[in-house]
């Protein structure tokens, strides 16, 4: 195996580190909507550009440059959605019990949130792919590797989830939330 001359490492260098600047906020809400914690979301981003890098010289196509960052990320946070520490949070003290009617005073926001974060990773990583990225349904079975079918059937089992989870406190947020999720373009599905 050949190493490249040291003028092209050093613009190989020079292009992925113009990639992290240009990318790094997309990168780290992308990180966060997949894991939750602000923390964690900053450990995923570091683990993707560490991959990302480790392959940067057999990435030759810029268009496939974030498809693969995206694959990347998408696969390490539910792989490590597998890991028997995943859902364990450590902390300082006990937070203190919540009193009656309690989920009455949690705002909208904070209660859809809780809901996603509830989702298992891979039905969480199809929404934020599908959704909040805007990928198609072909490019976020590509992202995620697997059928369109399977992709529908994640974002299906998610947004009943999200319904059965939602309903008992906002169901006409419910009903907002669904019809902008799954709201088609003019020209038909993406």
Do not use: N
Not at 106 to 132: C, H, I, K, N
């Amino acid at each position: 195996m050949q190493l490249p001359s040291p003028g092209r490492r050093r613009r190989d260098s020079a292009a992925f580190a113009e990639f992290v600047q240009a990318r790094s906020r997309s990168l780290h809400r992308t990180a966060y909507l997949l894991v939750g914690r602000r923390g964690l979301a900053e450990d995923l981003v570091q683990e993707t550009l560490v991959k990302t890098y480790v392959a940067w010289p057999r990435l030759r196509d810029p268009a496939a440059l974030d498809a693969y960052v995206r694959r990347t990320m998408t696969t390490t946070a539910i792989s490590w959605s597998r890991r028997r520490s995943w859902g364990e949070t450590p902390v300082e003290e006990m937070p203190d019990r919540g009193e009656a009617g309690h989920a009455e005073l949690l705002g909208e926001r904070d209660l859809v949130w809780s809901a996603v974060l509830e989702l298992p990773a891979r039905q969480r990583a199809t929404l934020v792919l599908r959704f909040y990225e805007e990928l198609s349904v072909a490019r976020t079975a590509e992202v995620l590797g697997c059928a369109p079918g399977t992709v529908k059937s994640q974002l299906s089992a998610a947004l009943s989830a999200l319904r059965e989870r939602l309903t008992a406190h906002y169901p006409e947020l419910v009903d907002q939330l669904v019809a902008e999720l799954t709201h088609e373009t003019a020209g038909g599905t993406r």
